[in-house]
């Protein structure tokens, strides 16, 4: 039975008020979520919140919970989701205070219930941009990524168990959001600019 996580009271009302679109970037590990969202950033002055690095953030903070975070993500699994949702509410609402245009959720939903729990708590996302990329790419890019990152699990061993827990859990997400029309699946094979220029004809349509 999965481990009972305690919840933090956040009071989200803010974050309600503002109503600002929400964007979920899905894709597998090395799909290019982070670069594509530093140029949509660029462009479009979004908040860009990843889980994962906000993981990393709890992590290097050194409190209690970090260390637990430290051995999952090396295992290449998820974390709980009561952990990063209450830690993307958090983040959110810092953004919010300084005035955000709108939100993008890097790596988030992991898994079906994260997507279902983010919206009921908080509100519906506007759309969730996946990137698609095959497992032989998304090997080769974070093993090349593994030579600078110093991220714990940019290793063969590691990959290998997050391509697993991606195409186990994650996968399902893409077919949810197609059901509610809400999902703009991006072949995310060729080089940045390329991709980028997909990813601004659909972008466009909501920031003006
Ligand atoms: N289109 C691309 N072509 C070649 N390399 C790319 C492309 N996009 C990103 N990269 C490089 C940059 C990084 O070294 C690596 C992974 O990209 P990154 O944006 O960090 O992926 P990601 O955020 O989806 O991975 P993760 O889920 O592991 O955080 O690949
Ligand atoms: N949304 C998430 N749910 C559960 N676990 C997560 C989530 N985002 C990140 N993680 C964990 C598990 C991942 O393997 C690592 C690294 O994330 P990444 O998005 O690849 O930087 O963190
Ligand atoms: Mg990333």
Do not use: W
């Amino acid at each position: 039975m999965a481990p009972t996580v305690e919840r933090k009271q956040i009071d989200i009302t803010p974050l309600k008020k503002a109503n600002v679109p929400i964007i979920f970037i899905v894709g597998g590990p090395g799909s290019g979520k982070g670069t594509q969202c530093e140029r949509i950033v660029k462009k479009y002055g979004l908040s860009h919140l990843s889980s994962g690095d906000l993981l990393r953030d709890e992590v290097k903070s050194g409190s209690a919970r970090g260390g637990q975070l430290t051995k999952i993500m090396e295992a290449g699994e998820l974390v709980p989701l009561e952990v990063v949702l209450d830690l993307v509410k958090e983040a959110m609402l810092k953004e919010v205070a300084k005035g955000s245009k709108g939100f993008l959720i890097d790596g988030y939903p992991r898994e079906v219930k994260q997507g279902d729990q983010f919206e009921a708590e908080i509100m519906p996302a506007r759309l969730a941009l996946y990137f698609e990329v095959a497992e032989e790419t998304l090997v080769k890019r974070c093993l090349k990524r593994a030579e600078t990152s110093g991220r714990v699990d940019d290793n063969a061993e590691t990959i290998k168990k997050r391509l697993k827990t991606f195409m186990q859990s994650t996968t399902p997400v893409v077919d949810h959001y197609a059901k509610k029309g809400k999902l703009v699946k991006i072949n995310a094979e060729g080089g940045v600019d390329e991709i980028f220029g997909v990813v601004q004809q659909h972008l466009d349509k909501i920031f003006k």
